[in-house]
């Protein structure tokens, strides 16, 4: 008997209701948790936290078009393309790719949010200061300094951001950061917390799953992350704490900082530096990367710890002003490698393929191409490489907005490949529109694959084809014929040849019929075409799963 999936969500709302309950019991608080929140924050709770979080899941919802697409939201206008186009640098972090980055961010922006915010408080922390003595001791105008500050932050993680990037990830890591700074161990316990929280959301979710082994598309998940951008986010919330607590005069412990800022940086990818070689191709350098992490700790756990004591007194320099102006320098420099990138103009959008079929929508311009040169992404000299040439080159479906600065391969022709179907999703703040990618074709025994790719309108009844792969000829051979799968049209003909000439070509034929060709009996099977001739059979194409 199947278990419905109501009854596994209500299993685990139980469990985790029992497990809460219990550690309660034997802890009793008897009130200290509260007594704790309500030193520092109003009410006990991290108000500008929570409008941060419901502003960012708000934007999701209305403008990204979340409620009706909530799995697939539009989010390429709203990526950093560039200083040319400022709707996408004043929105992408406060925009999502997915439902499943929306929660990522979500779960991280309440709990490193919430200890950086209590580690800010609400309340003053000087001594001989008094709530609602001046504005800045004001709680309120404090709560609405936090939610500015968090405003500003996102925009600054957009602003020096690394490439087209998007997501509210870089102000995570500026909590974190923050957070790390002046409760180390707290934010340590934090990384394990989000662990368990995405664990629960993804069993209420998908409380059981069936999975079939077959061939699918996957990148490296380390390709998916904007390590620069979650660099700069965690330096800038670093940097911010540091100066907080010399103000204060507060000295957290350093090796704590240390070892949470290393542990951070560990779990949450930061030795992930990689380039882009090509469509589907990234290069990893997991020794510079770790080394880096470990640089990182102790620039960090120097820059806000050091003491006061002059280091250079003829020029009165002190330790603390020399670390913490490292740790800044740091910041500026992880920053200042993003401007160039993004006051950089797309001088041709057509360069390449001029000639290639076109879905227009508004202002963007959507096509089908292999190879030609990537007019958006840079190729990057590495030594003891093969690159060559100043661009990479691209493969897949490209969207194209001048308007926007906008050159950007949406789908990879490897995964166009192995999904077959891709919804490429366009528009503004205040419109939407939808194309699709379809790609059919045949594997051919021993040769490349043939097909071709339609693309079109979401709302046409059919989309035209916009591209048609070269002739693939099998490896096998049955009477001294070679044969061929060849795109014709919005279908495919199945070609005879021998010693170079052409002995017949037919469409392939319907399901389970079969046509004489070339001398040849053509038979489809199920996915399978075979060719026969005096009892000889061989399989020479497959169609795709």
Known sequence: MEVPAAGWQLLVVAGVAASLAAAHALSRPGGRWGLLARRRLVMGVPWGTLLAAV????????????????????????RAWGYRYPTGMLTAAFAHGGFGHLIGNLVGTLVFGSLAEYAWSHFPRERGSSSFGSLSTNPLARIVAWTAGVFVAGVVTSLFALGPVIGFSGVVFAFVGFAAVRFPLATVVGLALTGAVRLVFRALRSPELVRVARESFSRPWWAEIAVQGHALGLFVGVAACGALLYRRGVWPSPARIWLAVLLVAVDRGLWAVYVIEGSDRFRLFRALGTALVFLLAAVVAAGVTASARDLVSSIDLSRREAAYGLLVSMLFAVAVVAVPFNLFVVDDPRAGFEEADAAEVGDYTVF?????????????PIPGSNATGDRLEASGVIVVSERRNIWWQEVSKSRLAAERTERVRLGGPTWTADIVAARNGWKVAGGPPAYHVRLGPATAEEYPVVYRSDVSRAEPRIAGRNLSVAPANGSFDVVVTRNNGTLGRAAVPPPDNSTAVGGLTVSREGRNLYAERNGTRVRFARRPS
């Open 55 to 78: 502003g960012v899941a708000g934007f999701y919802l209305v403008v990204q078009d979340g409620l009706s697409s909530p799995y697939d939201p539009v989010a390429i206008p709203f």
């Open 368 to 380: 089908y191409a292999e190879s030609v040169e990537n007019q958006y992404i840079p190729a990057v």
